[in-house]
């Protein structure tokens, strides 16, 4: 029925014009051409006058009640340290031509109504105007100087590439249709290297380079991306598949992420994101409830977060690349890089696709070491006799053999550092093994063992009065031996502290 009036009224309408139309033919066979002629230019004439009053007045004033909403003006000033610089660029261009664009609509509208037809007026032809040409010539010459110019300034402050003697953090940006993998490095503050070559869908879809140590703890971010405050950021930027382009609006950076070719911007945030929302709290349209359904929800300069978008149409799904982003104090930054789990860690080690399986970390090393003296230490502090064993979780042997495996050597080089720090204590190392096999192979398999872990520690300089040595054989499992992983916890080897 909607559909039907408005088709209606249409209609209706076109009736009205093409009456109009017939009417004024009539009154110009009664009145005379010329007469209807003149009386149809002053009229237009004096519309264009009033049009132009109007639409200078409303464009002005829009720009003034939209000014909040604007970067740059309002609350939306710049959270970066370069931002400053392109709101001015942008602030010198706009001045520019808000004087041009006043003037020539002035002189559009004001000429259309000064030399409207007039009887017996005639034009005039001029074919060169050495002054006018000089005047349009090199008064926009002049405009455009200052403003290339200003720009160039921006461009180079924020544009030039950082060195290796430059303190700075960098991040990486892949985008994809339809979502970016951010690659942030760990405790390093360095990204290891990609190669093309090594990309494995499913498996390893940026081609990262596991065998690089710089990439041993770098972070793919599954969710929101935190940057300390007043630091500098460079971001790497490329692209899987077709044209993106990763954009910062808040901080005032934005640049194409292309297949195959990587570029970069730099920037350095100024503004966390709560003290963000703070200066939105001062404006009374940031305390409107966030949820226009449900009054009762937070205001929204509460919810205000700064984002990462897309820039370019690359599809359909292009709106889900939005990301949320976090300028934190370097406190906060801090304790959240502390928390995070490197890829590497978490996907790869250990796998089929590490280059380093059978191989300890330097990292891995050092937690042992770590966990080892605590464990040594609570023993010592404790009176109960039963908490005066301490496992030895990482001393292996080869199958069936009392040999040491050759990862054993970091958990007994680090106990011998703890045994050269607490030089009166004397321990005893104890063997067990699990039940399969007969009860006399299974004792002599575990006094061997502890055997050689004592022969070990004596070999790095012990003194063979603090060390002694007892195989349980499989007496005193710990561990369920129907099940394998249960026969896996009776293997070990443990070391009691005797005296201190």
């Not at 005193?476 to 502290?497: K, V």
Request: glycine residues 8%; proline residues 4%; aromatic residues 10%.
């Amino acid at each position: 029925m909607t559909g039907l009036i408005a088709f209606l009224i249409v209609g209706l309408l076109a009736v009205i014009v093409v009456q109009i139309g017939k009417v004024s033919d009539l009154a110009a066979r009664i009145r005379g051409e010329e007469e209807v002629a003149q009386q149809s230019n002053d009229r237009t004439a004096v519309w264009l006058v009033a049009f132009m009053v109007v639409f200078l007045v409303l464009g002005t004033a829009s720009m003034y009640y939209f000014k909040d909403v604007m970067l740059g003006y309002g609350p939306h000033q710049s959270a970066s340290e370069h931002g400053f610089l392109i709101d001015g660029l942008f602030h010198s261009t706009l001045i520019v031509t808000f004087i041009v664009f006043f003037i020539t609509h002035i002189l559009l509208f004001w000429y259309g109504y000064k030399y409207r037809m007039r009887e017996g007026n005639k034009a005039q032809f001029i074919s060169h105007n050495n002054t006018i040409e000089l005047i349009w010539t090199v008064v926009p010459a002049i405009v455009l100087t200052f403003l290339v110019v200003k720009g160039l300034v921006a461009w180079n402050e924020i544009m030039p590439d950082l060195g290796p003697e430059d303190e700075y953090l960098e991040i990486e940006a892949t985008g994809y249709q339809f979502g970016w993998d951010i690659r942030h490095p760990g405790n390093d503050g360095k990204l290891g290297t990609k190669d093309f070559r090594l990309i494995k869908p499913g498996v390893n879809t940026l081609g990262i380079d596991w065998a690089d140590d710089k990439s041993i703890d770098d972070v793919i971010l599954q969710d929101i991306i935190y940057l300390p405050v007043d630091t500098t950021v460079r971001v790497r930027i490329t692209s899987k598949d077709v044209l993106h382009n990763f954009y910062l609006p808040h901080f005032r950076v934005k640049m194409d992420a292309i297949p195959g070719l990587p570029t970069y911007f730099i920037f350095k945030p100024t503004t966390t994101t709560e003290e963000y929302r703070q200066q939105l709290r001062e404006y009374p349209e940031w305390n409107e409830p966030y949820d226009l359904t449900d009054p009762d929800s937070k205001p929204r300069w509460k919810a205000f977060e700064y984002e990462l978008a897309c820039a370019e149409l690359c599809g359909k799904g292009h709106y889900s690349m939005r990301r949320v982003l976090k300028v934190v104090t370097r406190e906060e930054y801090n304790d959240w890089l502390a928390g995070q789990e490197s890829t590497y860690m978490t996907t790869v080690r250990g796998t089929d696709n590490d280059p380093r399986k059978g191989q300890l970390l330097d990292i891995e090393i050092k937690e042992r070491a770590k966990e080892l003296k605590a464990d040594f230490a609570n023993a010592l502090a404790s009176e109960d006799v039963l908490d005066k064993t301490i496992l030895l979780k990482h001393v292996f042997y080869n199958t069936g053999s009392a040999a040491l495996s050759d990862l054993s050597k970091y958990e007994l080089d680090n106990l011998t550092n703890i045994m050269n720090e607490s030089s009166n204590v004397t321990v005893e190392l104890g063997g067990h093994t699990d039940s399969q096999g007969d009860d006399v192979s299974n004792l002599s398999l575990s006094q061997n063992r502890a055997q050689n872990v004592m022969k070990y520690l004596l070999d790095k300089g012990l003194a063979p009065n603090r060390l002694n040595y007892t195989g349980y054989g499989e007496t005193m499992p710990i561990g369920d031996n129907g099940t394998d992983a249960g026969r896996e916890q009776n293997r070990r080897t443990e070391l009691r502290i005797v005296s201190q």
